[in-house]
């Protein structure tokens, strides 16, 4: 299962990316907001903009997140990525879009797993009686 909390403040795209991604893979759980503050309210950091909510993030969680965005600025993408950012998908308006998202996501939160999984192998192990 894989859950994904989806932030946008266009609510038409919210429903729209939801709908069609559940549709395609039913091993997902999506969550919607339209207000940045309810995402802040949940992780506890008001007051900031998204790349700042992205530094603040990497210093309490290594969850993976993918920026969605209509924007195509280059700088933006650049400050998102040194924020921590995963990967950077930017919006279209046709159905072969949402399947490269998904995509996408699977590949960050796979990439993600398999680290953990990695670090957790790598961890000394106490010794038996």
């Given at each position: 299962m894989v859950k994904i909390f989806h932030l946008d403040d266009e609510s038409f795209y919210l429903e729209l990316t939801k709908?069609?991604?559940m549709a395609y893979d039913g091993d997902i759980e999506i969550e919607t907001s339209?207000?940045?503050a309810e995402a802040v309210k949940r992780l506890k950091m008001p007051g900031l903009d998204g790349?700042?909510?992205?530094?603040?993030l990497r210093e309490h969680s290594g969850v993976p997140v993918i920026l969605y965005t209509h924007y195509s600025d280059e700088?933006?993408?650049r400050e998102a990525f040194k924020a921590g950012v995963n990967d950077y998908v930017r919006k279209a308006n046709d159905a072969e879009h949402f399947i490269v998202l998904l995509k996408r996501i699977r590949n960050v939160v796979d990439m993600h797993r398999m680290e953990l999984e990695i670090r957790r192998r790598e961890r000394p192990t106490a010794p038996e009686d």
């Open positions: 709908e069609i991604m339209t207000s940045p790349i700042e909510f992205m530094r603040r700088g933006v993408a």
